[in-house]
């Protein structure tokens, strides 16, 4: 359940990513033909999705990385409940 959880955490971030890449392009153009105020717009709103994008990149890390350490957790428990 754990690497559905940072599965979809991750398709998440790739596609937050990949708005944040689009906008950026879409900024740049704006700002070529000079339109500051709304290039400038857009360039904010690519850096927030690129924010957004790491975020569920790191909770996805978080998941992964909990769920493999209770299951060290628990095959460690196990054998060590067998060797006494």
């Known amino acids: 359940m754990?690497?559905?959880r940072s599965m979809g955490l991750r398709e998440q971030a790739m596609e937050a990513l990949k708005e944040s890449t689009t906008m950026l392009k879409v900024?740049?153009?704006l700002l070529e033909q000079g339109n500051r105020e709304e290039g400038t717009r857009l360039q904010e709103g690519a850096r927030a999705k690129r924010n957004v994008s790491v975020w569920l990149m790191a909770q996805a890390n978080t998941v992964e990385d909990t769920?493999?350490?209770d299951a060290s957790s628990?095959?460690?428990n196990a054998n060590s409940s067998l060797s006494h």
């Open 2 to 4: 754990s690497s559905q």
């Open 27 to 29: 900024a740049c153009n």
């Open 67 to 69: 769920s493999r350490d």
């Open 74 to 76: 628990r095959h460690y």
